[in-house]
């Protein structure tokens, strides 16, 4: 027997184009998905980052608080809150490193004329990592009260 002359033996263009265009979409799919799997990482991190970096100033704040129950005015809260956050700053390098922050006061020594053993000090913490994280993290630090002191 003869074989045919006319049968084709091996693959068309259009079928080596097809196969290379599959291979390529799904490395580059491949390729993406790396890309979005080490950004939420990074992400992650940085979240985790803040939740330290909030807890670190609950704690200092805790530390101190014989200090601060005695305060009398809001202007003496503030600039005790300054002062902490001045030390926690420097101590994390969070400015050379791209982070912003602030903290608020959302109680004031009004709050506490009538002393309650179950009031606390409130405040909020707004921690925002560098890019390319999106959203700041905020939290709220609750500090107890102690009416008659330490």
Same mark, same amino acid.
């Given at each position: 027997?003869?074989?045919?002359?006319?049968? =084709?033996?091996?693959?068309?263009?259009?079928? %080596?184009?097809?196969? /290379?265009?599959?291979?390529?979409?799904?490395?580059? /799919?491949?390729?993406?998905?790396?890309?979005?799997?080490?950004? #939420?990482? *990074?992400?992650?991190?940085? !979240? &985790?980052?803040? /939740?330290?970096?909030?807890?670190?100033?609950?704690?200092?704040?805790?530390?101190?608080?014989?200090?601060?129950?005695? !305060?009398?005015? #809001?202007?003496? %809260?503030?600039? *005790?809150?300054?002062?902490?956050?001045?030390?926690? =700053? #420097?101590?994390?390098?969070? &400015?050379? $490193?791209?982070?912003?922050?602030?903290?608020?006061?959302?109680?004031?020594?009004?709050?506490?004329?009538?002393? #309650?053993?179950?009031?606390?000090?409130?405040?909020?913490?707004?921690?925002?990592?560098?890019?390319?994280? $999106? &959203?700041?993290?905020?939290?709220?630090? !609750?500090?107890?009260?102690? /009416?008659?002191?330490?």
């Amino acid at each position: 027997m003869k074989p045919d002359a006319n049968k =084709q033996q091996g693959f068309s263009l259009i079928e %080596v184009l097809v196969a /290379g265009f599959v291979i390529t979409f799904g490395l580059v /799919g491949m390729v993406l998905m790396q890309t979005y799997t080490q950004q #939420d990482a *990074f992400r992650a991190h940085q !979240l &985790s980052l803040a /939740g330290l970096y909030a807890q670190d100033m609950q704690e200092r704040l805790r530390a101190n608080i014989c200090y601060l129950n005695r !305060l009398t005015q #809001d202007s003496d %809260v503030n600039t *005790f809150i300054n002062n902490q956050r001045d030390e926690w =700053q #420097d101590d994390h390098s969070l &400015s050379s $490193r791209g982070w912003t922050y602030k903290i608020e006061p959302l109680t004031e020594v009004s709050d506490f004329t009538n002393p #309650d053993p179950e009031n606390y000090w409130q405040f909020e913490l707004e921690i925002k990592p560098p890019p390319p994280s $999106r &959203s700041p993290t905020v939290q709220t630090l !609750l500090i107890d009260y102690w /009416g008659g002191g330490c």
